[in-house]
């Protein structure tokens, strides 16, 4: 039986997801605490992040869904500590934890990070023929974060954030060790995520 197709204009085009890995700026759309980015329950945290700048400039506009997982005690204790890792990057990331604290317990509100921005280094890997774009290590960081000082970021971006979301250098000291090595340069696309996570 014949049917009325309104055909599209093209046929081109990508989705909306990151499809390369790099290192890229960031603005968090939507922020979880207990619930995944399409609000499923989880044991973690979620943000839902936009593209503003990056290695990658075919990657701007598009989309990634950062899922941090709490720490499984079922794993070992380097998963473990990994996983609170990553929760720690992100939590300095996005103004909620001072580097200061490092060790400390710390309260904070993870689901309340809508409107700040973020610079995260992403990675490709495939696992039986399907690629896949994931966080490479910790590598999350505070936009004035001085590891991330050589990183591409959005003017536009930046120029919209609040005065209060904004960091000096010395606010990252506990941070940045004489023996860290530079930040990758823009246009690389590889970068030594285990250096970059230093201090973490």
């Not at 207990?34 to 701007?60: D, E, F, H, R, Y």
């Not at 700040?116 to 023929?129: A, D, N, P, R, V």
């Not at 936009?143 to 979301?165: H, M, Q, T, W």
Request: net charge negative.
């Amino acid at each position: 039986m014949a049917r009325t197709l309104n055909s599209s204009q093209d046929i081109g085009g990508e989705g909306k997801a990151v499809s390369e890995g790099g290192t890229f700026h960031c603005s968090v759309v939507r922020s979880a605490d207990g619930a995944s980015t399409k609000g499923n329950s989880m044991n973690g945290i979620s943000a839902l992040l936009t593209v503003l700048a990056g290695t990658v400039p075919s990657q701007v506009e598009k989309e990634f869904h950062l899922h941090l997982y709490d720490p499984d005690l079922s794993k070992s204790e380097a998963s473990q500590e990994w996983s609170t890792k990553k929760q720690t990057a992100y939590a300095i990331a996005i103004n909620q934890m001072e580097p200061s604290k490092l060790g400390e317990s710390v309260e904070v509100e993870f689901g309340e990070a809508d409107g700040q921005q973020i610079i995260i280094t992403l990675e490709e890997s495939e696992y039986e023929g399907k690629k896949s774009i994931d966080l490479a290590y910790a590598s999350i960081f505070h936009v004035d974060d001085p590891r991330a000082a050589n990183f591409p970021k959005s003017k536009e971006g930046l120029s919209i954030l609040p005065a209060e979301l904004r960091r000096k250098p010395e606010y990252f000291a506990a941070l940045v060790k004489k023996t860290s090595p530079p930040a990758m340069q823009p246009g690389q696309k590889k970068v030594d995520n285990a250096d970059l996570t230093k201090g973490l």
